[in-house]
């Protein structure tokens, strides 16, 4: 699945060796939660919520689909 931040805010972040935790990007409405989970089948990140968020999930075929498609969404993304 793809996630798209509807609402609300989120972090993506890495858990670091001593049990830390890096913050990589904060995510805004409009973000992409996981966009390169559709080139990779395992993320090394995780994604948490800072706010209460609505997320809108896309089903890989579909988003993968978009590359032979829509080719300009694809580069927009």
């Keep these: 699945m793809l996630h798209f931040l509807l609402t609300g805010y989120a972090c993506r972040y890495k858990l670091l ?10 995510l805004v409405p409009g973000d992409s ?10 993320l090394d990140y995780s994604v ?7 997320i809108v999930e896309i089903p ?5 689909g978009w590359t032979e498609t829509h ?7």
């Design 48 to 54: 948490k919520t800072l706010t209460d968020c609505t």
């Design 60 to 64: 890989r075929s579909a988003a993968l």
């Design 33 to 42: 939660c996981d966009l390169r989970g559709l080139l990779q089948k395992t």
């Design 17 to 26: 060796s001593d049990g830390r935790r890096q913050i990589a990007a904060i």
């Design 71 to 77: 080719p300009r969404l694809t580069r927009a993304l």
